[in-house]
Each structure stands twice: as structure tokens, then as C-alpha cells.
């Protein structure tokens, strides 16, 4: 599975960016999609994630009620809206898939076989 990841860039406090993750040699519907952030120096740390199949989410208390992820099962994409953003959100965001996740284990970095590149999001105050 290769997962391109892409949207970030440099917005102000209060702003909006929508970031989108590509996913291609998806062998079947059985995945968990998430996106994590991280900040140098710091631990990768858990953001979102949504079952491809079904309609299962979840969000850090970080983001809850700011963030938004969603799926497009025909352009094979997940999306991670973002409003609202405080400058505590600046870091590099990157997706993630693994297949046959067990849900109580999304927010767990290491669970995750394939990750995309990251994409730096800036928020200036």
C-alpha cells in the first residue's frame, strides 16, 4: 500500500486547510485510515482515524469538534478538514494504513504498517 499524503501550508490562527491522503495497492476494504501529527522532538501523535469500511471514527480531544475525517471509496482518498486551527496544530501530518486493525488500537502509532510521507502544516498566531 502506498499512501501520498498532501495539503498542508502555512495558514492563521482561526484558519482552515484540508489535507487529503491518497492511498493505491489497497488489497481489500479491511483498513483503518488515520492521520497522526508530530512535532521535532516530540512522540507521533494520534489525530483521526476512520474505518474504510463502515462508518466508524474517532478523534483526539484535541480535535474533536474541529476536525473532520472523511473517506471518497471511488478516488480511494481520505480527507482530514481541518477549521479552526490554533497554532498548537502546527506539525508535520502524515496518514497511515493498517489492514485488520482491532478499533481499541487506532491511536497506537506503531500499530500502523504504511505511512505516507507527511505534510507540514503551519499555523501562524
Known amino acids: 500500500v502506498q499512501l501520498q499524503a498532501s495539503g498542508g501550508g502555512l495558514v492563521q490562527a482561526g484558519g482552515s486547510l484540508r489535507l487529503s491522503c491518497a492511498a493505491s495497492?489497497?488489497?481489500?476494504?479491511?483498513?483503518?485510515m488515520a492521520w497522526f501529527r508530530q512535532d521535532p522532538g516530540k512522540e507521533r501523535e494520534f489525530v483521526a482515524a476512520?474505518?474504510?469500511?463502515?462508518?466508524?471514527?474517532n478523534y483526539a480531544d484535541s480535535v474533536k469538534g474541529r476536525f473532520t475525517i472523511s473517506k471518497d471509496i471511488a478516488k480511494n482518498t481520505v480527507w482530514l478538514q481541518m477549521n479552526s486551527l490554533k497554532v498548537e496544530d502546527t506539525a508535520v501530518y502524515y496518514c497511515?494504513?493498517?489492514?485488520?486493525?482491532?478499533?481499541?488500537?487506532?491511536?497506537?502509532?506503531?500499530?500502523?504498517?504504511?505511512w505516507g510521507q507527511g505534510t507540514q502544516v503551519t499555523v501562524s498566531s
Open positions: 495497492g489497497r488489497s481489500s476494504n479491511n483498513y483503518v
Open positions: 497511515a494504513a493498517r489492514a485488520g486493525l482491532i478499533w481499541g488500537r487506532i491511536r497506537i502509532s506503531s500499530e500502523y504498517d504504511y
Open positions: 476512520i474505518r474504510w469500511s463502515g462508518g466508524n471514527k
